[in-house]
Every structure is written in C-alpha cells, then in structure tokens.
C-alpha cells in the first residue's frame, strides 16, 4: 500500500477517537422528579453530593403533551445554588422566552432541532444574551441533522426517551445514535458536551457512558427512589465505574 493509499484506507475506531480515554462523566439532575414542596433542599442535597449542574425542564403542553414549569422556578432555584442551571426547552417558541429565563438567572439552553424552523437564529440569540447553548434531539430524528450546527454550540443533548415525561424506559435504539455523535464530536468540537435524557438509571448510564456520553440527566433515579438523593447518585457513579472496569461492547 503507497502512502497515500494508506492515507485514504478507512481506519477503526480506537477508544481514542470516542473521546473515552479523556471522559470525566458529569451528573445533572433533574428536577422534574423531585419533590417540589422540598425543591430547594432537593437541589441543595444535589449540590452536596457533587452534581456538576441542574436540569430544568420547561414544556409547554403545546410542543410535549405535559405541562411544567416557568422562570419564576428558575430565579427561586438561583438564590439557593450555585451550580449551573441548565434549561430544557420543550416549547413552540423557545425564541420568545429566552430573555425572561436569563434574567430569572439560566446559565445555559438546550433547545430542540425539532419543529424549529430557524435553529440557527435561536442559537445565535442564546450566545448573544452570553449563555451556553445546546441542541437537542428526539429519539426519531437522525444524528446528521447536528453537522452544520455542532460548531456553534457547547452542547449535544440526545433524547434517550421521547419528550415530556420523567419516568419512562430507556430506548436502547437511540445507542448506535450517540456514537454517532460522539464520533462527530471528536471530529468537529472535541470540548462540545454530549448529554443523555430520560430513563438513565445504574441499568442504561453505563451504556450512555460506553456509548460515547459524557453528561447524564437523571430525574427518576437521583430524586425519585424513597432514598438519599446523594446514595442515589452515588449508585449512578457505582453503576458507570463497574462499566469502565470491565468494558463490554454494546
Ligand atoms: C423528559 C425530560 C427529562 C426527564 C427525565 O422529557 O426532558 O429531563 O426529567 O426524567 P427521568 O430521568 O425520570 O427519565
Ligand atoms: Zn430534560
């Protein structure tokens, strides 16, 4: 083989090039599952126990067929944590609330592909107001549609569930997908995070984690069990470490 055959020739993927030598794993929690008449200890008991940031998740009964919650949760979460809140939007107009969510004190977007006609403008408007931004996808909808926007954002979120509920299984179908964008990643922005939601317990995490993710959204298994926030996510640490220490393919 002439050197520039080699050059061309298709390479095999080594743990390198999924970017799994370097990966620290980072917890967010998810609030949608907590107790909301003891958020602020919930969130509080979080931070202690070392989440890297907190994840709220916004729907609007119009874009995912449930209701949450607005900014004025946000700006109460601000005064009692200092960690990162990063805000889901699962709604029509992400646009139009941006502004409010900033000023109630979000550090960072995760926005949909889906159904955004102008993605590139909402995350342009995200930096603009000096926020992080990510985009998210639904379970259904193909890794390729990232390429031409990976570049301009901090974040990958992939939908491990279908929007809108906390509590549901996780969709083993939506593995091949995340490897897909960790191998764009690794190509493209090597820093952009690439998270996991919806249905990641000590089961599914090991094999988010395996498959290439590096932040992992939990609201059922981190404030759902009738336990101690902090042994719940030290049971999701536990479940990835066991992983690293005996790979498996998946
Ligand atoms: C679902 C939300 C998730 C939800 C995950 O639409 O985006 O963040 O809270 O909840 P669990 O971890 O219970 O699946
Ligand atoms: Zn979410």
């Excluded at 964008?181 to 995490?205: H, Q």
């Amino acid at each position: 083989m002439t050197a520039s055959n080699l050059a061309n020739a298709p390479r095999i993927m080594t743990e390198t090039d999924l970017g799994m030598n370097k990966r620290i794993v980072k917890l967010a929690p998810s609030i949608l599952a907590a107790d909301f008449a003891r958020l602020g200890e919930q969130v509080a008991e979080a931070e202690q126990a070392g989440a890297d940031r907190i994840h709220i998740d916004v729907m609007d009964g119009h874009f995912v067929p449930n209701l949450s919650i607005g900014a004025p949760i946000v700006a109460s979460l601000r005064r009692v944590t200092r960690l990162p809140l990063e805000t889901h939007l699962m709604i029509s107009d992400p646009d139009f609330f941006l502004e409010e969510f900033v000023d109630a004190g979000s550090d960072s977007f995760l926005v949909h592909w889906e159904g955004n006609a102008n993605l590139h403008r909402t995350v342009q408007s995200i930096k603009a107001l000096g926020k992080g931004a990510g985009v998210a996808i639904n379970p259904a909808t193909p890794a390729a549609v990232l390429e031409e926007i990976l570049q301009d954002i901090e974040q990958v979120l992939i939908m491990t569930v279908n929007p809108g509920f906390g509590h549901q299984h996780f969709i083993p179908t939506t593995l091949p997908k995340i490897r897909r964008v960790r191998l764009m990643i690794e190509k493209v922005k090597s820093g952009c995070d690439l998270e996991v939601d919806g249905g990641i317990d000590p089961e599914s995490a090991p094999l988010a984690v395996a498959a290439g993710a590096n932040v992992l959204v939990a609201g059922t298994a981190i404030f759902g069990e009738n336990d101690e926030v902090a042994a719940a996510m030290d049971r999701l640490r536990a479940s990835i470490n066991q992983w690293e220490k005996q790979p498996q393919s998946v």
